[in-house]
């Protein structure tokens, strides 16, 4: 390929662990590796297709299940892509992260043969025979063959957007994660521990509602200390980085457990659970990153950012003198950012230039992510 630079083009594709759609940004990607959002969607999958996803993240499906899944996966990514393309045309290519639907980041070995592994499903031909688009996919293998944890890999995005300055990026989906940025060390990040899955399991469970919308029911709830205490103890927040987690680790069965330990009202359970998610963040930066560096600002993004409720309780933690923004501050969307970084991740895929983070993900050296398909 042609490795003078150009501006392209570039739909990035992302669905995260909470599943609640798929996130479809229409980018220019910029010689600079600067990106500008000319418009996200968010696509819902169809309710039967998310009823398999669950189900795969529950280790209930079998073989023939997950391989449909794989390719109806595709189909609706290549379904959200084509609401794009009808309104601005077809980009250059399309960078789809995949649907995670296992992720394994462990060194453990059975023989030989090393057991890291991670999937990320949606099937890349689907979405270039519907589209008529080369597609640019499976990021996160090549990081792992190469020592890392195959995550987190937005960190690349963070290093480039958001340079000279002592910031830390802090993004809340399911699961939370967050990049070290400064001049002054080595660009780092990890994932700070759970983010919203637990409270969108409690949502679902008690309400028959998907997430706790703009942090509603959490805002009539009462945080118990002593379950919050009790959470806290969990060894991943004392793990030291690099380090990756996921649905595999707060899964339905660990929620369970947790739950015959919580108080007796949901909304005080979902309460205690948001400020799960806000003091687990603080202490993580107490832990890990201000021995380090002199942070100036924190800026959140995904759903976290929309809740108001996980907010405060952030800037409550947070030292006085550290700022809390938002990436729209930056004029960055809160909601397409990690859409908006996997159509970098592509776009540099494209140019073959190296695009992992190794102090992020633990990788043995930066190597360029992505596999093509067109």
């Known amino acids: 390929m042609n490795n003078k630079r150009e501006t392209k083009k570039v739909i990035g594709l992302m669905s995260g662990t909470s599943c609640d759609s798929i996130d479809a940004a229409y980018c220019l990607v910029k010689p600079d590796l600067k990106v500008e959002l000319i418009k996200g969607i968010n696509y819902s999958y169809p309710e039967f297709v998310r009823d398999l996803i669950f189900k795969a993240f529950r280790g209930e499906i079998n073989i023939k299940e997950l391989c449909q899944l794989n390719f109806l996966i595709g189909e609706c990514f290549a379904d959200a892509s084509c609401e794009l393309i009808k309104e601005f045309g077809k980009p250059d290519f399309i960078s789809s992260h995949g649907q995670t639907v296992y992720h394994y980041p462990f060194n453990e070995k059975n023989g030989n043969l090393n057991l890291k592994s991670t999937l990320q499903i949606g099937e890349s031909s689907v979405i270039n025979a519907k589209t008529g688009c080369t597609v640019i996919s499976n990021f996160r293998e090549k990081d792992i063959a190469y020592g890392g944890e195959g995550a987190p890999l937005v960190c690349f995005a963070d290093k480039i957007w958001f340079k000279n300055s002592n910031t830390l990026v802090q993004n809340i989906g399911g699961i939370a994660n967050v990049t070290v940025v400064s001049n002054e060390i080595e660009t ?171 102090s992020c993900t633990g990788a043995k050296k930066s190597v360029v992510l992505g596999k093509i398909t067109g």
């Open 188 to 358: 780092f990040g990890f994932d700070t521990g759970c983010g919203n899955i637990m409270i969108d399991y409690c949502a679902n469970k008690f309400y028959n509602q998907k997430f706790d919308k703009d942090g509603k029911i959490a805002s009539f709830g009462k945080i118990s200390d002593k379950w919050l205490e009790y959470l806290l103890k969990d060894e991943y927040y004392f793990k030291k980085p690099p380090k990756t987690t996921g649905r595999e680790y707060f899964s339905p069965e660990y929620i369970e457990k947790i739950l015959k330990f919580a108080p007796e009202k949901p909304e005080d359970i979902i309460a205690t659970l948001t400020a799960l998610t806000a003091k687990s963040i603080v202490l993580s930066y107490e832990r890990f990153i201000f021995n380090k560096i002199k942070i100036k600002d924190v800026v959140i993004g995904g759903g976290g950012a929309y809740n108001p409720v996980m907010m405060k309780i952030i800037r409550d933690y947070l030292p006085k003198e550290i700022n809390l923004k938002t990436h729209e501050d930056y004029n960055i969307s809160n909601n397409y950012k990690e859409a908006m970084a996997f159509a970098l991740l592509g776009y540099c895929t494209y140019y073959n230039i190296p695009n992992n983070v190794p």
